[in-house]
């Protein structure tokens, strides 16, 4: 996750001088480069981390995956290209990301002035990303999804300081889905969503064989993410 604290709104023609969070002005409405950026691993609980931050007052989260970087390659010239390169990219990014739903001057405009009310000076937005070679990864925080499923709230809470968001009550809208998850609205997870990739969870010797199997490799994850200091919460003793 990436954040900053201050946006402008440029003329598309200036797409090569934006900065994330900044918007973009075209003729069919404003189109934002992200603010904050959710990167994960299929299953790493990247879904639903969007629903609860789209959740926040003061966010405004484009939908679904973005699978922009998927098809272009990041090379060096790509990443030191020239401004006629950089502006056309960051136009293709921001339009890419709100295509379905173009902003308006209004809804960012209102989250805008409420954030300023609620002493927050910027509105934010959040994309889905997987590819961060594009991204500055010099303000990470990895959040861990065993630690989401047991103590959401408390996820939630870090996630709103470290991105400086004022509180939002997550606990007074959340229900309980059937497997026990803490959800928001209609949660991906919630049984009315799934559907027909649902699976048979695997057996308890099949999860006890993946266990044993990864442990090695979780271990030395675990000592990486505290070598650098990268959680946002003290992370949790990993299983097997
Ligand atoms: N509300 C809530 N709270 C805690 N955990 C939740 C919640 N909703 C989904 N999940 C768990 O997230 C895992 C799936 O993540 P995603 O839906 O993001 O997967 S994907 O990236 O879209 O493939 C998947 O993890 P596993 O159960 O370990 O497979 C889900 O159970």
């Not at 023609?13 to 480069?33: H, I, N, T, Y």
């Not at 939002?168 to 209609?186: C, F, M, P």
């Not at 308890?204 to 959680?231: G, M």
Request: charged share 20%.
């Amino acid at each position: 996750m990436n954040s900053k604290l201050t946006h402008r709104l440029l003329p598309l023609s200036e797409a090569g001088v934006a900065e994330a969070g900044d918007c973009l002005e075209a003729p069919r409405g404003l189109f934002c480069l992200p603010a904050v950026v959710n990167i994960g691993v299929q299953k790493a609980g990247t879904g639903e981390l969007q629903t609860w931050l789209g959740a926040h007052p003061l966010m405004l989260a484009h939908g679904g995956e973005v699978h922009f970087f998927d098809g272009l390659r990041p090379s060096a010239a790509m990443l030191r290209c020239g401004q006629r390169q950089r502006t056309n990219l960051r136009q293709r990014y921001a339009r890419h990301l709100w295509h379905r739903r173009p902003l308006s001057r209004d809804n960012v405009g209102a989250a805008a002035s409420s954030a300023m009310a609620a002493g927050a000076p910027l509105v934010r937005r959040l994309a889905y990303e997987k590819t961060p070679a594009y991204f500055d990864l010099s303000n990470p925080a990895l959040l861990a999804l065993e630690h989401f499923k047991s103590e959401p709230f408390e996820c939630m809470d870090a996630v709103q300081r470290f991105l400086g968001l004022p509180p939002h009550d997550y606990r007074a809208s959340a229900t309980r889905n059937e497997k026990g998850l803490w959800v928001i609205g209609k949660s991906k997870s919630s049984s009315e969503r799934r559907g027909r990739w649902d699976k048979t969870p695997p057996s308890p010797e099949v999860n006890a064989t993946l266990h044993q199997f990864y442990a090695p490799w979780q271990r030395t994850l675990a000592e990486l993410l505290r070598a650098h200091n990268l959680s946002l919460l003290p992370a949790r003793p990993i299983p097997g």
